[in-house]
């Protein structure tokens, strides 16, 4: 079976600071990874994706992720946060063509 | 912009009732899914159609059902609606089933039952 874990449902940075967003999954065969932002009042959005190539990935507006395999984990970081950055974050695994397994998100908030 | 188009975009409505959510996936995708975001809950899969047929299912209540139509847009119904069936219902869309293919979101409808 598959799963997503995030540590953490809140995270507060200050601006200007390292953002680190962990996630981890469960799961029996390579999975593919994927990390979604979703802003007040709108749907979500896809950060990055891990899709057995390069474990280190990176995505939009500055944020990367790194699979470890034997740490089974797809923390989400991001060397200097931006008061935009203030959203909820969604970790979600997939490994069949079929449904995504979503974390139960993590709230980021960005301190000036 | 994800290309995915949900009505309406709000809808308040009274216990018992039943209404439909509608979807239309990006130009091209052919795989529809269905999700309900709520407080207690947080993110939680539905049912995913692909090329009209049904492809997987989550955790849909026997009250809620949906199709995928030939031309691809899709419907979500919920009937005998109760208090507990308020939240956000997303509809995302991919090009097909494979798995590294990610989903785009549509901006959601926030339905409300009274």
């Known amino acids: 079976a598959q799963s997503v874990t995030q540590l953490g449902s809140h995270v507060s940075v200050s601006e200007g600071a390292l953002v680190l967003l962990r996630c981890n999954y469960s799961?029996?065969?390579?999975?593919?990874l994927f990390w979604y932002v979703q802003y007040p009042n709108q749907g979500l959005q896809l950060l990055l994706k891990?899709?057995?190539?390069?474990?280190l990935v990176k995505g939009i507006n500055g944020f990367e992720a790194e699979f470890k395999k034997s740490e089974t984990s797809f923390h989400l970081t991001k060397p200097s946060a931006h008061m935009s950055d203030a959203a909820e974050y969604f970790c979600?695994?997939?490994?069949?063509?079929?449904?995504?397994?979503f974390g139960t998100g993590t709230s980021l908030t960005v301190i000036p | 912009d994800s290309g995915v188009t949900q009505t309406p975009k709000h809808l308040i409505t009274a216990t018992g009732q039943r209404v439909t959510l509608r979807c239309s996936p990006r130009?091209?995708?052919?795989?529809v899914y269905w999700y309900q975001q709520s407080l207690d809950q947080g993110l939680q899969f539905l049912i995913q159609?692909?090329?009209?047929?049904?492809?997987a299912k989550g955790n849909i209540l026997e009250r809620f059902s949906a199709q995928q139509f030939p031309d691809l847009h899709s419907e979500l119904n919920l009937s005998s609606l109760e208090l507990g069936d308020s939240a956000l219902y997303f509809c995302?869309?991919?090009?097909?089933?494979?798995?590294?293919?990610?989903?785009?979101f549509g901006p959601g409808t926030r339905l409300t039952v009274l």
């Open positions: 979600a695994v997939r490994v069949t063509g079929n449904q995504f397994y």
């Open positions: 159609y692909y090329n009209g047929e049904e492809r």
């Open positions: 799961s029996s065969v390579p999975p593919y």
């Open positions: 891990y899709t057995s190539a390069a474990t």
């Open positions: 130009s091209g995708d052919l795989s």
């Open positions: 995302a869309s991919s090009v097909d089933v494979r798995a590294d293919n990610e989903q785009f």
